[in-house]
């Protein structure tokens, strides 16, 4: 099921969109079960994915932006940073906002499987006094900023803040399949303030359209992009939706998000998540259990047996198919939805990953 999934619109007119190539690797759960270390992990990090959209009610530091785990992200792309260019792996992440990368002044376990940017080898970069923490559902990083030019899909992005790890203490990180992250997120959930890279991008007039998009293929297919001040119409039939959830439900009974709720589309994590309770409704529905590890299993054969999950998004519904929230890893079959705790006055609260999960309107 190939889908597109918009950050923002706008006003569709002539423009050059600056795209990034996308590349499918092995995900970190995948990384932890093959090295045996998946049920230890997930009994020593507890997990809630809302964390990272409300640091100040998460963060234990006025500066800390809490950002969630990325166990299940599997789409990734390359950007250079520095003169001359030095390569990085990173997630483009919707849910965070904060541009980082390993460093050599990094001396953890997780920085030296990985690539490290090495400021004296960069004639434009700048330092600062400036230190930046973040804290993960499964990890965390600290360091310190600088400025220097990034690259992107084409885009020289000049004067560019960005976070080098001097701390990354977590298992996590080590073996996690990416060097660092760029946030696509809005600047008030950046950690420290730090501006974020298409903010930056947009400042400097690089593109012509204040948007982006992305297009994730679906299962090992190549073509996944991250584009920048556009939108590509060659990737997607029919018209685009804005996310505004009217309802979840199975076989045309509400199984959750009665009355609507909000919703937020993350990048940067492929488990979709919401509040508690109706998750817990929905894994009964389905006939999920909590293993010993604490992950939701489900049996392999209930791909045939059971019904979409259907997401009326803005008066169009979008049905979820088993083989879409089931996810199929080796011998074992795991729910694709997570509970997550949030306490907040304007109402419920789903993440739709977008990495496992892929949505489509009826027809």
Known sequence: ????????????????????????????????????????????????????????????????????????????????????????????????????????????????????????????????????????????????????????????????????????????????????????????????????????????????QDLFSVYLSSDDESGSVVMFGGIDSSYYSGSLNWITVDSITMNGESIACSGGCQAIVDTGTSLLAGPTSGIDNIQSYIGASEDSSGEAVISCSSIYSLPDIVFTINGVEFPLSPSAYILEEDDSCISGFEGMDLDTSSGELWILANNQIGLAPVA
């Open 1 to 208: 099921m190939k889908w597109l999934l918009l950050l923002s619109l706008v006003a569709l007119s002539e423009c050059l969109i600056y795209k990034v190539p996308l590349v499918k690797k092995k995900s970190l759960r995948q990384n932890l079960r093959e090295n045996g270390l998946l049920a230890d992990f997930l009994k020593q990090h507890p997990r809630n994915p809302a964390s990272k959209y409300f640091p100040k009610e998460a963060a234990t530091l006025a500066d800390t932006e809490g950002l969630e785990n990325y166990m299940d992200e599997e789409y990734f792309g390359t950007i250079s940073i520095g003169t001359p260019a030095q390569e990085f792996t990173v997630i483009f992440d919707t849910g965070s906002s904060n541009l980082w990368v390993p460093s050599v002044y990094c001396s953890s376990l997780a920085c030296s499987d990985h690539n490290r940017f090495n400021p004296e080898d960069s004639s434009t970069y700048e330092a600062t006094s400036e230190s930046v923490s973040i804290t993960y559902g499964t990890g965390s990083m600290t360091g310190v900023l600088g400025y220097d030019t990034v690259r992107v899909g084409g885009i020289e992005d000049t004067n560019q803040i960005f976070g080098l790890s001097e701390s990354e203490p977590s298992s996590f990180l080590y073996y996690a399949p990416f060097d660092g992250i760029l946030g696509l997120a809005y600047p008030s959930i950046s950690a420290s303030g730090a501006t974020p890279v298409f903010d930056n991008i947009w400042d400097q007039g690089l593109v012509s």
